[in-house]
C-alpha cells in the first residue's frame, strides 16, 4: 500500500468526487435495524432488489428483530424473494436477529448498536453469513461508528490509481484508510458512498471510462 503524502491524495480523490455527484445520503433507510437488514440483503444483488424485499417486509410488520424471530416461514421466504438466495438470506437476517437480540432489546435501534466499534464487529463477525464487508456496513451505517467499509469498487480504485498492489487481505486495506484518514465517522462514510458510485458510473471492471470519470486516469488531476 503507498505510503508517502497519502492522505492529502486521499482527499483529493473523496473531495473530487463530492463535487461531482453531491452528498450521497447513503445508507438509506428509515431506522437502524433496516440498515442492517440492508446490508445483509444487499449481498450478491442489486439494491433495487433489496428495497422491494425490504418493502415486502414493512408492509408485513417485520421491522424489527423480535418480529423476524417470530415470523413464520413462508411469509419471510415470500418478503425476501427479490433479494435472491431467499432461502440462505433468511437464515442469515435471523442468525443477525438473534444474535442482535442476546445483547438486549431490539426494536428499531438494537441495543447491541451500542457496543464499542471491535466489540460490536465481533459480534457481527460471529454471525454465520456476515463478513468483513457486512460488519463494517453496520457497524459504519447503522451504529455510527468509524469504521471503513472495504468492497470490490474500493479495490478497483486503489488498483487503478497506484494506491495499492497485489491483492491485500480486506483488514490490511480497512486499517489503512483508518490510519491514513480522520477518524470521522461521517467522513468514512460519505467516502465509500462516492466510491461506490464512481465505481458504479466509471470505473466498470472491464471497460473503465477514464476519459469520463471525475477522478481522471489520475487523481492528482482534480487539484489543479
Not at 508517502?4 to 438509506?28: E, N, Q, S
Not at 458512498?193 to 489520475?218: E, K, N, T, W
Request: charge should be positive.
Amino acid at each position: 500500500m503507498s505510503g508517502k503524502g497519502v492522505r492529502p491524495r486521499l482527499m483529493a480523490i473523496h473531495d473530487g468526487l463530492l463535487a461531482h455527484f453531491g452528498p450521497r445520503g447513503w445508507w438509506p433507510g428509515e431506522s437502524p435495524f433496516e440498515v442492517m437488514v440492508g446490508a445483509v440483503l444487499t449481498q450478491h444483488t442489486s439494491w433495487k432488489n433489496v428495497e422491494r424485499a425490504i418493502s415486502n417486509l414493512k408492509a408485513l410488520g417485520l421491522t424489527s428483530p423480535e418480529a423476524i424471530m417470530k415470523a413464520g416461514e413462508p411469509g419471510l421466504l415470500g418478503a425476501l424473494k427479490p433479494s435472491g438466495y431467499y432461502n440462505l438470506k433468511a437464515k442469515r437476517l435471523r442468525a443477525l436477529c438473534a444474535m442482535a437480540l442476546s445483547h438486549g432489546k431490539g426494536g428499531l435501534r438494537p441495543k447491541v448498536l451500542e457496543l464499542p466499534l471491535e466489540e460490536l464487529r465481533g459480534a457481527l463477525l460471529a454471525v454465520k453469513g456476515v463478513g468483513p464487508e457486512t460488519a463494517d456496513s453496520i457497524a459504519l451505517y447503522a451504529a455510527g461508528h468509524p469504521s471503513f467499509v472495504v468492497d470490490a469498487y474500493t479495490r478497483r480504485l486503489l488498483l487503478r490509481h497506484g494506491l495499492m498492489e497485489g491483492d491485500p487481505p480486506y483488514e490490511d486495506i480497512r486499517a489503512w484508510f483508518m490510519e491514513k484518514l480522520p477518524n470521522d465517522a461521517a467522513l468514512f462514510n460519505e467516502f465509500h458512498a462516492l466510491i461506490v458510485a464512481v465505481g458504479h458510473h466509471f470505473c466498470g471492471p472491464m471497460a473503465p471510462q477514464c476519459g469520463l470519470c471525475p477522478l481522471g486516469s489520475d487523481p492528482h488531476l482534480i487539484l489543479s
